[in-house]
């Protein structure tokens, strides 16, 4: 085994998830990627860049730093019981910057999401760590407070401040959806003051102005549209609005991406060697097996197609965050690895190997490329060997471990549904055998003894849009934005797949209270750009997309008007 393995451990000791896509764990590669760094800890932009950073960032304020602590609000962990009763309360975590407070401005809340909110602190609040996510400079240019956000059942906002794990009873994620984690928000900025300043912050008298990217983007767009008298405007990067269980299309935008960045001939072969996989797994025996031992080593004959075909999808794990990029066992090492002939060192041209010399050839090339047992290893927390001389345990089939991967995994399994199932047709680059019935056996294999209606057999989707209103809500003073390429664009309001609505982005300013129709949207899609890209002060499109939003919201901040009474 290579060493990037034990180095990429070291940097990501919270990287444990199983299912090759879950969002959760791939949240993780997102944070690492708004920081600046990729998946194994090597900093993705020059020296050069990254102290431009540092010396563009505002100075710390003379004398000692500001000191940032966990603080911790009671809430009840059911909002909507019957008037007088009570199901028990929680407490729910948050961190507070004041030290750029000017009196009256605007407090930025930067919403976690389906995360461990303490690796997300440093990042967006503390200005002695180098970083290139955008938030502490928001929060300094409006000389407001910034506050990061954990979701309940995430970090240590959890009942009873009992951890999750994989062993928690399902009857603890009773209180765990979306509608709760709202109204979480709404209770706990009714309440919100500091003790160093004078001056009311709650909403009646203070903007709140909510942050989010992915799922976090999606709570900032349902809280303008449901909670406006909380939340006075919001940014919503990469928001993935409309509930779907099949969300097969995750992987278009990837083959789409791959064919513009210079590797359409390796999308081509993934392609080949899928259907040739698909081929060999159909025919059972010692077909199927020869195949799963020639990709991950003895052994690995145990698990089924579909479990296999999960296996073989954690290459695209790096795409939403990375694009081709992400250090040695990225998705463009292994395309530079399949399209190179070992034999005579030539690349292949547009069209790949596998229209020339089979599509066997590529499904060589690709079982050879080093890292790949390293990266299912990681992602499925296994112990396959990738040798079919030495038998290892090599199970494909594990519920996940991560807590915030168990959380998510309740959350998705029951209202949001983005099952990631193979995309049949002409740019297919996953095994088909990844189904819509094994995502559905995914959420089982997690909760065994989870019944319906507490863990409904599917997603309940349905439910799910006509509760938050899907892709076509268009709620006043929210900014919207999506990446080119980015898989989750897919279920936003900016999707352009031939089923979704399409409304007419643009990108002028919208006064203070106007909503849009549904054909329209306050909204930008980043160019050649993956998942929450405009978080990131590196990418130059980023900062065009945050311009649009602060032009906007220096003209609905002037509409603020702070409510009479109270003090
Ligand atoms: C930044 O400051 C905080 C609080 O003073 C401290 O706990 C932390 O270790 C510092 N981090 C770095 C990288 O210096
Ligand atoms: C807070 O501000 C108000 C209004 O400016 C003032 O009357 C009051 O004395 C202040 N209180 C404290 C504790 O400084
Ligand atoms: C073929 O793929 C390789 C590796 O991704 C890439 O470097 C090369 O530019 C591609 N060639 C063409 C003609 O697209
Ligand atoms: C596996 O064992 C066979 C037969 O002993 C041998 O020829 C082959 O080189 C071995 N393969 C590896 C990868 O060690």
Not at 55 to 76: C, F, K, Q, R, T
Not at 91 to 101: I, P
Not at 274 to 301: H, M, P, R, S, V
């Amino acid at each position: 085994m290579r060493s990037y393995l034990s180095v990429k451990a070291a940097c990501l000791a919270l990287l444990q998830g199983v299912n090759a896509l879950d969002l959760a764990k791939l949240r993780q590669f997102g944070e690492m990627a708004e920081s600046g760094f990729y998946p194994d800890g090597t900093p993705m932009h020059s020296p050069e860049v990254m102290f431009s950073l540092t010396s563009a960032a505002p100075p710390p304020p003379p004398g000692e730093s500001e000191e940032i602590v966990a603080e911790y609000v009671e809430l009840p962990l059911n909002h909507f019981g019957k008037k007088g009763s009570s199901d028990g309360t929680f407490y729910n975590r948050f961190w507070v910057s004041t030290d750029a407070y000017k009196p009256g401005a605007p407090i930025f809340l930067y919403d976690v999401g389906e995360a461990n909110g303490a690796n997300y602190v440093d990042s967006r609040l503390r200005r002695n760590v180098t970083t290139t996510n955008a938030f502490r400079g928001m929060v300094d240019k409006y000389q407001g407070i910034g506050i990061v956000w954990e979701h309940r059942y995430y970090g240590n906002s959890t009942p009873g401040n009992v951890p999750i794990s994989v062993d928690t009873k399902p009857e603890v994620f009773k209180w765990l959806n979306t509608e709760q984690s709202l109204k979480d928000i709404v209770v706990f900025a009714e309440k919100f003051s500091r003790p160093n300043i004078n001056y009311t912050l709650t909403p009646a008298k203070t903007p709140w102005v909510m942050i989010g990217g992915s799922y976090p983007a999606m709570r900032t767009a349902f809280m303008r549209d449901q909670y406006p008298e909380t939340i006075f405007a919001g940014f919503a990067s990469s928001a993935p609005t409309e509930a779907k269980v099949d969300m097969s299309v995750y992987f278009e935008p990837i083959a789409r991406g791959m064919e513009r960045y210079g590797a359409g001939n390796c999308s081509k072969d993934l392609h080949a060697a899928i259907t040739y996989i698909d081929k060999e797994l159909g025919k059972g025996g010692k077909a199927a097996a020869a195949i799963k031992q020639q990709f991950l080593g003895a052994g690995a004959e145990k698990n089924t197609h579909a479990t296999f075909a999960d296996a073989l999808a954690s290459v695209f794990g790096y795409w939403q965050s990375y694009g081709l990029d992400g250090s040695p066992w990225s998705l463009g090492d292994l395309c530079n690895h399949i399209e190179t002939d070992p034999v005579s060192a030539k690349v292949a041209g547009k069209d790949g190997w596998a229209k020339s010399k089979g599509a066997k050839f590529a499904v060589d090339r690709w079982s050879t490329w080093e890292p790949f047992v390293g990266v299912v290893n990681d992602f499925m927390q296994t112990t396959c060997s990738g040798d079919k001389n030495v038998t290892a345990e090599c199970n494909l089939d594990l519920p996940f471990t991560d807590p915030a991967s168990v959380s998510w995994t309740w959350q998705y399994c029951t209202q949001w549904g983005y099952f990631q199932s193979a995309n049949l047709g002409p740019n297919q680059l996953v095994s088909k055998y990844n189904s819509l019935t094994h995502q559905r056996d995914i959420c089982h294999r997690q909760f065994p003894t989870a019944k319906a209606p507490l863990l409904p057999e599917w997603p309940q989707t349905d439910r799910t849009n006509a509760v938050f209103g899907g892709w076509d809500i268009r709620p006043s003073q929210l900014y919207w934005s999506g990446g080119e390429f980015d898989p989750w664009r897919t279920l936003s309001p900016l999707s352009a797949e031939p089923w979704a609505p399409k409304p007419k982005a643009f990108t002028k300013a919208p006064k203070c209270g106007e909503e849009q129709d549904e054909d329209e949207i306050f909204g930008y899609v980043l160019k050649n750009a993956q998942h929450c890209y405009d978080f990131r002060t590196t990418v130059a499109l980023g900062e065009t997309s945050r311009n649009f939003f602060y032009k906007a919201l220096d003209g609905w901040l002037k509409c603020f008007k702070p409510k009479k009474g109270g003090h």
